[in-house]
Every structure is written in structure tokens, then in C-alpha cells.
């Protein structure tokens, strides 16, 4: 036989052997009101679409195969207060387009809106509603799971410590957050041993933290905003993370925590009318640049050895306390092009947008004016100024503080005022 007809031959033999051992097409599986989504779960194959239409339904589902859960117009799915309402246990499980509900509300059973039990990997929740579930989802040791487009809203009636959080993620890899707006739960997000993840474009508002982050390396938070929160982002005893593009405004302690964190880039983004725009604590070896602080009760709250850090470019404006500062010795930043302070009142004779004297966070003048509010009046006067030369000149009147030897005259970015009195509310 010749050999191209022989290859043609077995070409031909291994492509019908194949033919005959593919698995038949996914089927569709139809759910209507009055019917049992759970039964339809028992009898689809893996990689079968579930289609679930419009209705009330009650109970709570476990699917534990491969399969597409997908709400034709919002069904609901009903937990009745009991357990998780939808428990996952199979890999490439996507849950989309459904009202979850009514989970438990035990907090030692970490009852769920969706569960995702260890070894879910590639789970997909997106487009659902959660309604009064103790945590929206829980994902555990499930690595790759996709979390978009979601709106979570907790038990609100539940007292703080009650309620769950809104995403949890513990001992992940790969997670993709993405595009959910959450409130009224514990944590908006709780992150722990989780790793090369992205957090972007969530809305985190109404509940104890925004974000409550430890022990994760190489994530990335980005363009993600917090508001009405104690806190917005808290992200602690962390590695190589960007944080990048985040609004944190009106929380009623800090907009955005840095603590034990390494090796990071902290930068674009906007934290205004905090009571502390940022809290940065045991913080080393990071790039904070080009970050709008506006109107918060203390600008930044720089504690615990924070240091070899670049800090360049940033806007620091408006705050009533623009560093609070406590060390031994003075901390230099920008050193390579500057800041922009507010409340600087050297000149710039040579016109290259940079002061000729450097400006020093808390000097003798701030401390005064802080216990002795009427003396801002006076901030742009010649003896005001010339006490400021003379704190500077006499080291026994001063205190170690932030010095940036290149002061900005102009904010880097103009458009800061769009960001000023928006305050966590207080009740009168």
C-alpha cells in the first residue's frame, strides 16, 4: 500500500474514533414555576445548562457536577432562613442571573447566600442579587473563581458583629472580584491567605470595613470605591500588592489602611473626608505617588516605624492636620519631585513651580494654629511667616517632623475640589 494512502487511512480511522467517543452536547434543562430545581440538578450531566424561570422558589440547593445555573427574568431562590441557599461543591459551576435569599443567619456555620466549598475551582457567580444573607458568598480553598457584577446587601437589622461579610475569601488563588456593590454587612470583603488576585471596580459601603485584607501577596486593588464605612480599605500584614485608582471618601475613621505592608505601590488614588485619609503603620520599602488627600481630619497618620518609603507627587490639601507624625528624627519625602501641601507659605523666585524653602509637616506655626483656630487668619502674614523661619532656624522649637525639600506650588491635579465636605454623617 502506498504510504500517503496508509496515512490517509489511519487520518480518517482516529478521526472517527474520535467522532464516536465525544460526549453528546450539553443539554438544557427548563425549570418552570412550581417545579423542583434541585430534582432538575439530580438528573442534568455535567456540563448542562440549567434555564430557571421566573417564580419564588424554596429550599436550598446543593450542586455538586459541573453546571450552568443561569435565571431566565430574576427567579428567586429562597433559603427559608435556614443553611446555605445554594451550596457548591464541583469545579466550573457558573450561577448567574438569580435572586439568592433568606440564607441562615448562624455565624459558627458561616451560612451563605453561595457557598463554595474547598476544591470548587473555576466557579463563576455573576449578575445575582443577594437579599438578607448572613455572608453573600464564601469561598474556600477554591482557586480561580470569577465573583462579578454581583449586589449584596446583608442582614441589615443584625447588629455589626452578627452580620457575616459580604464576599469572603480564605486560602484562594487567582480570585477575580469583580464589579459588585455590597453594604450593610460585617466586612464588605474579608480576604485571608489569598493570593494573586484582582479587586476592581466594587462599590463597599454602609458596613464595618470596605475591605478587610491579611496575609495576601501580589493582589491588586483598582479602582474600587468605599464610602460610609468605618473603614475603606484595610490592608494588612501584606506583600508586592498595587493599590491603584481607589476613592476613599466620608468613612468615619481611615479611608485607606497600610499596615505591615511591603514592597507595594500605593498610587492614583483619592481618600477625602476621612477621619484620617490614610493610616500607614509598621510600613516599609513602598511607592506612595500621585494620591489626592482632600479634607480629611488628618491627612496621613505615619506610626510604628514606617519608613524607607518614596512618597512623591501626592496632593495634600485642605486637611486639618496634614501629617500626624510622632518620631525621634525628621523622615524626608520628596526628595525627587516634590509634594503639594496646602498650607505651604514659602515662595518660588525662580518660577520653576517649586518652593525655595522646603516645607516641614507639624513645624512650631501648625502646632499653634491647631490649638488656637483664630490664628489661621493670620497664616499669610509676615510675622507668621517669620515665626515659621524662626521655628526652623532653633531646633529646641521644633519638633522631628515630614520634610519635603521640594515643595509644589501648584496640585498636580486641579481638579480637587470636587472632593471637599464629603463627611462620614453624624448624627445631631
Given at each position: 500500500m502506498h504510504p500517503?494512502?496508509?496515512l490517509l487511512i489511519t487520518l480518517g480511522t482516529a478521526a472517527l474514533l474520535a467522532g464516536l467517543t465525544t460526549p453528546a452536547t450539553a443539554a438544557v434543562w427548563r425549570v418552570k414555576a412550581g417545579e423542583s430545581i434541585q430534582v432538575a440538578i439530580d438528573r442534568a450531566e455535567p456540563g448542562d445548562t440549567i434555564e430557571i424561570e421566573r417564580a419564588r422558589y424554596f429550599g436550598h440547593l446543593l450542586v455538586d457536577k459541573p453546571l450552568t445555573l443561569r435565571g431566565i427574568n430574576r427567579p428567586t431562590i429562597d433559603g427559608e432562613l435556614k443553611e446555605n441557599t445554594i451550596s457548591v461543591k464541583a469545579e466550573?459551576?457558573?450561577?448567574?442571573?438569580?435572586?439568592?435569599?433568606?440564607?441562615?443567619g448562624d455565624t459558627l456555620y458561616q451560612h451563605a447566600g453561595v457557598y463554595i466549598y474547598p476544591g470548587s475551582h473555576k466557579a463563576v457567580v455573576r449578575n445575582c442579587d443577594f437579599s438578607y444573607t448572613l455572608f453573600g458568598m464564601w469561598i474556600e480553598k477554591a482557586d480561580d473563581v470569577l465573583i462579578e457584577n454581583n449586589l449584596i446587601t446583608g442582614k441589615r437589622d443584625f447588629d455589626?458583629?452578627?452580620?457575616?461579610?459580604?464576599?469572603?475569601?480564605?486560602?484562594?488563588?487567582?480570585?477575580?472580584i469583580i464589579g459588585n456593590n455590597i453594604s450593610f454587612v460585617r466586612d464588605a470583603i474579608y480576604v485571608d491567605v489569598s493570593h494573586d488576585a484582582i479587586f476592581r471596580g466594587n462599590k463597599l459601603h454602609h458596613s464595618r470595613y470596605g475591605t478587610h485584607y491579611m496575609t495576601s501577596y501580589r493582589n491588586l486593588w483598582e479602582g474600587n470605591e468605599t464610602w460610609y464605612n468605618r473603614g475603606g480599605l484595610a490592608l494588612m500584614e501584606v506583600r508586592s500588592q498595587v493599590v491603584r485608582n481607589n476613592i476613599a471618601w466620608g468613612n468615619s475613621d481611615h479611608g485607606i489602611m497600610l499596615r505591615t505592608i511591603q514592597d507595594s505601590v500605593i498610587e492614583g488614588n483619592i481618600v477625602a473626608g476621612n477621619q484620617r485619609g490614610f493610616f500607614i503603620y509598621d510600613a516599609e520599602y513602598n511607592e506612595i505617588r500621585g494620591n489626592r488627600v482632600i479634607?480629611?481630619?488628618?491627612?496621613?497618620h505615619l506610626w510604628a516605624g514606617s519608613k524607607n518609603n518614596q512618597v512623591e507627587t501626592n496632593d495634600f490639601i485642605a486637611n486639618r492636620e496634614q501629617i500626624r507624625y510622632v518620631a525621634a528624627r525628621d523622615m524626608i519625602w520628596g526628595e525627587k519631585e516634590g509634594n503639594y501641601w496646602s498650607n505651604y507659605l514659602g515662595w518660588d523666585r525662580n518660577g520653576d513651580d517649586i518652593g525655595d524653602v522646603q516645607y516641614e509637616a507639624n513645624d512650631m506655626v501648625d502646632r499653634l494654629s491647631w490649638r488656637h483656630p483664630m490664628m489661621k487668619l493670620l497664616l499669610a502674614s509676615p510675622a507668621v511667616q517669620t515665626l515659621r523661619l524662626v521655628g526652623q532656624q532653633f531646633p529646641l522649637l521644633r519638633a522631628p517632623s515630614i520634610v519635603d525639600p521640594k515643595p509644589r506650588m501648584q496640585p498636580f491635579n486641579p481638579d480637587w475640589s470636587q472632593w471637599r465636605g464629603r463627611y462620614f454623617p453624624r448624627s445631631k
Open positions: 500517503s494512502l496508509r466550573n459551576v457558573t450561577v448567574e442571573g438569580l435572586i439568592v435569599a433568606n440564607s441562615g455589626s458583629p452578627r452580620r457575616g461579610n459580604g464576599i469572603q475569601l480564605y486560602n484562594t488563588q487567582r480570585a477575580r479634607d480629611n481630619m488628618v491627612g496621613i
